[in-house]
T-cell receptor, first 111, second 112 residues
Framework: SQQGEEDPQALSIQEGENATMNCSYKTSINNLQWYRQNSGRGLVHLILIRSNEREKHSGRLRVTLDTSKKSSSLLITASRAADTASYFCATDAGGYQKVTFGTGTKLQVIP | DVKVTQSSRYLVKRTGEKVFLECVQDMDHENMFWYRQDPGLGLRLIYFSYDVKMKEKGDIPEGYSVSREKKERFSLILESASTNQTSMYLC???????????FGPGTRLTVL
C-alpha cells in the first residue's frame, strides 16, 4: 500500500531557482527518506530524517519533518540542470515490511 | 561503495515463459528487496528477504516467487509470465531494517 504521497506530481523551474517538494503520509513513522531517480535508472538515497528530528541539511538539500502534520518537504536550493530527476519519499513505520515509497515528484530544471 | 547489480537491463519474454531476474550485492547486506515500478503507481514491494533462505511477501507477491540461497544473491522468478507483468523491476539492499536502501539499475521487462 502507498503510504507517502508527493506533491506536486511535476515541477518545472529555471536553473538557479529553488525547488520544493512535499510528502504526506498516513501513519506514525520511525524515519523518512528521500531518493532521487534519474530517467530509467535505479534510485539513489539522498537523505534520512528520523522522527525525532525536525530539519536536516545535506549540501544544497534541506529536509523538514512535521510529525504532527505527517508531512515532510525537500528543498533543493540553487537548482542545476543535473537536478532534473524524479524524487521519492519513503517512510519507515518500523519492521521489515514497512518501508513504502510514494509516487514521486518529477522535477525539470531548465538551463 | 555498495554495488547492486542486476542481470539484465532489458528483457523481452513471451507469455507463459518462466523468467528469472537476478540481483547481486557486494556489501554483505542482510536485507534485499524486489520492487516493480509502473507509471503513476510508484514503487511497489513484491518480496523481501532479511536473511539467507528467508523471504517475506510484500504488497504485490501474486505471480512471483523469490529465492535467496546465498547472502549476496536474490532472485525474482515469474513462474508463467503474463503481459501485466511488463514493468521496470528494481532490486535493492540495505544493511538492516529501516536503513537506506541501495538500488540496482533496474531491469525493464516486456512480456509479449
Amino acid at each position: 500500500s502507498q503510504q507517502g504521497e508527493e506533491d506536486p506530481q511535476a515541477l518545472s523551474i529555471q536553473e538557479g531557482e529553488n525547488a520544493t517538494m512535499n510528502c504526506s503520509y498516513k501513519t506514525s513513522i520511525n524515519n523518512l527518506q528521500w531518493y532521487r531517480q534519474n530517467s530509467g535508472r535505479g534510485l539513489v538515497h539522498l537523505i534520512l530524517i528520523r522522527s525525532n528530528e525536525r530539519e536536516k541539511h545535506s549540501g544544497r538539500l534541506r529536509v523538514t519533518l512535521d510529525t504532527s502534520k505527517k508531512s515532510s518537504s525537500l528543498l533543493i536550493t540553487a537548482s542545476r540542470a543535473a537536478d532534473t530527476a524524479s524524487y521519492f519519499c519513503a517512510t519507515d513505520a518500523g519492521g521489515y515490511q514497512k518501508v513504502t515509497f510514494g509516487t514521486g515528484t518529477k522535477l525539470q530544471v531548465i538551463p | 561503495d555498495v554495488k547492486v547489480t542486476q542481470s539484465s537491463r532489458y528483457l523481452v519474454k513471451r507469455t507463459g515463459e518462466k523468467v528469472f531476474l537476478e540481483c547481486v550485492q557486494d556489501m554483505d547486506h542482510e536485507n534485499m528487496f524486489w520492487y516493480r515500478q509502473d507509471p503513476g503507481l510508484g514503487l511497489r514491494l513484491i518480496y523481501f528477504s532479511y536473511d539467507v533462505k528467508m523471504k517475506e511477501k510484500g504488497d504485490i507477491p501474486e505471480g512471483y516467487s523469490v529465492s535467496r540461497e546465498k547472502k549476496e544473491r536474490f532472485s525474482l522468478i515469474l513462474e508463467s509470465a503474463s503481459t501485466n507483468q511488463t514493468s521496470m523491476y528494481l532490486c535493492a539492499s540495505s544493511l538492516s531494517a529501516g536503513r537506506e536502501q541501495f538500488f540496482g539499475p533496474g531491469t525493464r521487462l516486456t512480456v509479449l
